[in-house]
């Protein structure tokens, strides 16, 4: 089973950048498409972004499209997400995820069969 770490996460202002990192503990990871999601205290894990394993294909929620960028360095088992123009409703912990292969949009939580433990991301207003 994969283990999955996020780091990156930690205090900003509105309007500022954050880049996320979740690095994978096994070589398989650069075959398997990976996902970005978030969850704030009482509301849904909410789908943010996906990559395709080989990076050649991105996928955004619309409520972060032209804000986050998802991409990954398969040589360092990682995917990234470049969280930019942050506002105080992107507050949440933010997990990545390994997709269990499905055709199509990636957005929903239960292709997801592995997840990391989230890291926390706090946009001060």
């Known amino acids: 089973q994969v283990q999955l770490v996020e780091s990156g996460g930690g205090l900003v202002q509105a309007g500022g950048s954050l880049r996320l990192s979740c690095t994978a503990s096994?070589?398989?990871?650069?075959?398997?498409?990976m996902g970005w999601f978030r969850q704030a205290p009482g509301r849904e894990r909410e789908f943010l972004a996906a990559i395709s394993w080989n990076g050649g294909r991105t996928y955004y929620a619309d409520s972060v499209t032209g804000r986050f960028t998802i991409s990954r360095d398969n040589a360092k088992n990682t995917v990234f997400l470049q969280m930019n123009s942050l506002k105080f409703e992107d507050t949440a912990v933010y997990y990545c995820a390994r997709r269990r292969y499905e055709p199509g949009w990636p957005g929903a939580t239960h292709e997801y069969g592995n997840w990391g433990q989230g890291t926390q991301v706090t946009v001060s207003s």
């Open positions: 096994e070589r398989t990871f650069s075959t398997y498409d």
